[in-house]
């Protein structure tokens, strides 16, 4: 079934009447037992069939210790972030995925691992690992998650209306937009959530080798341009615990919200307050 979409006007405002909204978001990933990431701080690639122990043990920095630091850059500035979180995070570290909700932060659903792909799935796989995680995080969260994020932002053809007929209210596995807008299966309707990658840690840093000052000269430029249109429009500033968790990074993020919340032209929000509020509006 496709979806009927309903895309947002130009004049569509945020609350308060702004036009631009700003979400701050923490990727707090792991792999699968046995797993390690396709990517790490080392330029050579390993002979084929070798475990990555180099970069089993960079990603591991997340959960030991970027996790706390990010933590306590937003609860310093008072924003609640919106929280990826892996299901096995859940068996790991169940102490630090229940204090993201106490701290009043949104969890949420990252599938089973950042290997656990949902595009990988038939359809009874797909809705197990929805269900599995679903069921997992909100026994360890004490919430249940309404947003989802596939690892590397890839679901399956099918997981939009997967996670609409689950009761999710948003998903970030659209890239077709600069705004939010609504999927409307058969009356299940779900935001698409564009998980914007002008300020992102991983691409900025990993992928194109950059160093943490170059993300904040790109939010400097990219807020600059957001502010001056007249549409609406969001924005995404992203940090992964295992890379921008470190104190290299963490600094950008701590300036970059902190620049955002001195602006007072913009909305700052949670993932699931921008869902609720384009629902409540179209």
């Known amino acids: 079934m496709d979806p009927v979409i309903t895309r947002l006007p ?3 405002r945020w609350p308060g009447g702004h036009r631009l909204a700003v979400i701050f978001n923490i990727a707090y ?6 797993q390690a990431p ?8 390993l002979k084929p069939g070798f475990f990555d122990t180099n970069a089993h043990s960079w990603a591991s920095f997340g959960l030991v210790r970027g996790i706390h630091r990010l933590l306590g850059i937003a609860q310093k500035h008072g924003v609640r972030t919106s929280v990826m979180v892996n299901g096995v995070i859940c068996e790991r570290d169940p102490a630090t995925v229940r204090k993201l909700a106490e701290l009043g932060h949104e969890v949420i659903n990252h599938s089973w691992g950042m290997d656990v792909i949902p595009v990988y799935f038939d359809e009874a796989g797909e809705r197990a690992n929805l269900a599995r995680n679903h069921e997992l995080l909100t026994a360890t969260a004490g919430v249940a998650p309404l947003g989802w994020i ?4 890839t679901g399956s053809p099918i997981s939009s209306r997967l996670l609409a007929e689950a009761g999710y209210l948003h998903h970030g596995d659209v890239n077709d937009d600069d705004r939010p807008y609504v999927m409307d299966f058969g009356g ?7 998980l914007t990658m002008d300020v992102n840690d991983l691409p ?5 080798g950059q160093g943490p000052r170059h993300m904040l000269e790109t939010f400097e430029d990219t807020f600059a341009a957001m502010r001056a249109e007249p549409v609406p429009l969001m924005l995404d500033v992203t940090a992964h615990t295992h890379v921008m968790g470190r104190p290299s990074g963490a600094w950008v993020y ?6 955002v919340k001195q602006a007072g032209d913009v909305w700052i929000c949670t993932r699931e307050e921008m869902a609720r509020h384009v629902l409540a509006s179209v």
């Open 10 to 12: 130009d004049d569509f």
């Open 29 to 34: 990933e792991a792999w699968s037992d046995g």
């Open 38 to 45: 396709g990517i790490g701080p080392m330029g050579n690639v």
């Open 150 to 153: 596939s690892p590397r932002g």
């Open 188 to 194: 299940r309707r779900i935001v698409g959530i564009p």
């Open 204 to 208: 900025t840093c990993i992928r194109y």
């Open 254 to 259: 701590d300036e970059i919200m902190a620049r």
